[in-house]
């Protein structure tokens, strides 16, 4: 049986070994585990037998472009927490759609609209990208960022490219929300 606990774990491992931060100084942890309680307090919008393994993609969101793990390590660390070849595959191809690992000179050339399609179209990509948009803005609002503000100016595009009607509103009304006060 698939251990997230344990998955959480070594995930957070491996951003520690990269000596990764977060806003300059914080843990790379406090990122993911943000988003983390954005996954679990949205959790109830995925079929039960899901849960973990969507949970376990959204702590290992950043986990290829941030902490030098590949799809098969990702992949190797889920089997070692007990999650079935699936399960593995499945979050793996999770963290490969929302990861953005394209070179570009500003944020529209490393975001084509393919990794859009990558992410509406793989598993429960979309609630994992969810997460983290609702962390990294809630976070600049707590601090007084820049985030928040590079966010709302992109979601007109990001919801564009994402939203499908009746899928995850409550996230979505949410991220409304927290623009407004952006």
């Not at 993609?57 to 992949?75: C, G, P, Q, W």
Request: charged share 30%.
């Amino acid at each position: 049986m698939f251990n997230l606990e344990k998955f959480i774990g070594k995930i957070i491992e491996a951003h520690q070994s990269t000596n990764h931060f977060y806003d300059k100084y914080l843990p790379y942890e406090f990122h993911l585990r943000m988003a983390l309680t954005f996954g679990r307090k949205y959790i109830h919008l995925i079929p039960e037998e899901f849960q973990d393994i969507v949970l376990a993609a959204v702590i290992a969101h950043d986990s290829v472009e941030d902490a030098r793990l590949t799809y098969n390590n990702v992949k190797k660390l889920a089997l070692e927490c007990g999650a079935t070849e699936k399960q593995a595959t499945m979050i793996a191809e999770m963290v490969r759609a929302v990861t953005n690992n394209v070179r570009g000179r500003d944020r529209d050339e490393r975001m084509p609209d393919y990794i859009y399609e990558e992410i509406k179209n793989t598993f429960f990509s979309l609630f994992a990208k969810l997460c983290d948009r609702h962390a990294n803005v809630q976070y600049g609002l707590i601090t007084g960022g820049s985030m928040p503000a590079k966010y709302k100016r992109e979601n007109t595009h990001f919801k564009e490219k994402l939203y499908t009607k009746g899928l995850y509103e409550e996230m979505w009304d949410e991220l409304d929300i927290l623009f407004e006060r952006a």
